[in-house]
């Protein structure tokens, strides 16, 4: 499902998505003229750090919100050659890849539990890498935010479908499948605390409870907020993250 995102503040809220990023960037290494996709860029946070390893080579950075590609465009404007190192390009990753040459590595963080078809999005993710190219990527893994998720369907009186929050036995499997082989894949508790007031309502709003207010009128969104922070009690979220790395089979 693609949806817009309000990715001013987005950027301006303490973002575990940094260290999540920092994790998943430690798991690929670089010769610095290699092309990396990287799926769900966002606001090009880590498309800054991957062209940090990349003195020689580009990010082809995809995403689906117009406003996040913004966002990135604006952090990269005032780095000299920067944005000529980038092809951002808005996109569904649940559809195959506008990419004109084969990535040599793929890099995601917080993006394929919004994607419900996983078994769509690596045959896309595949199809635009080069045979041998490795895959790292960190998303929310099953039992993510259950406490979060509980407190939504206590609010709205029904099931919370927005996320896939996908196993680790079953991603091997669905890498395999679409071509992906010396698959390693961890689910990893790894809670967020943040600020109780302000903070923790704006980090819901605008991090977690997106998809839940696109579907309210605007003048109930506060009160929505609102009502599934009281029922979370600590300013908590409680995220398992599912963690894997791949290559591309040859
Ligand atoms: C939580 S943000 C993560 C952004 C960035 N990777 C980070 O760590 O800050 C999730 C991103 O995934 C993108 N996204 C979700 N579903 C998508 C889809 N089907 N196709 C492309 N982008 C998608 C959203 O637009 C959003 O920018």
């Not at 980038?86 to 963080?109: K, M, N, W």
Request: glycine share 8%.
């Amino acid at each position: 499902m693609l949806r817009e995102w309000d990715a001013t503040t987005y950027d301006s809220l303490p973002l575990p998505h940094l260290r999540w990023g920092r994790r998943t960037l430690g798991r690929l290494s670089f010769a610095g003229d290699e092309t990396v996709l990287e799926a769900g860029c966002g606001t090009g946070r880590d498309t800054e750090a991957l062209l940090g390893e990349l003195p020689r080579g580009r990010v082809v950075a995809v995403d689906g919100s117009a406003r996040m590609l913004e966002r990135l465009r604006d952090r990269l404007a005032d780095q000299p050659g920067r944005l000529d190192q980038v092809q951002a390009i808005q996109a569904d990753l649940t559809r195959p890849l506008p990419i004109d040459e084969p990535a040599d590595a793929a890099f995601s963080v917080a993006t394929f539990h919004w994607i419900h078809d996983h078994d769509a999005l690596f045959a896309n993710i595949a199809g635009a890498l080069r045979p041998g190219a490795r895959f790292a990527a960190d998303c929310g893994g099953k039992g993510n935010v259950a406490t979060v998720r509980a407190a939504i369907e206590d609010v709205l009186g029904e099931p919370e479908e927005t996320w896939h929050f996908a196993g680790a036995e079953e991603t091997r499997e669905r890498l395999e499948r679409a071509g992906f082989t010396d698959v390693e894949v961890d689910l990893v508790p790894d809670p967020a605390r943040l600020e109780p007031g302000a903070q923790f309502h704006s980090y819901l709003a605008t991090v977690v409870l997106g998809a839940q207010l696109d579907r309210l009128p605007p003048a109930e969104h506060d009160a929505f907020v609102d009502a599934v922070a009281a029922r979370l009690g600590e300013p908590v979220v409680d995220y398992v993250r599912l963690i894997f790395t791949a290559k591309r089979a040859g």
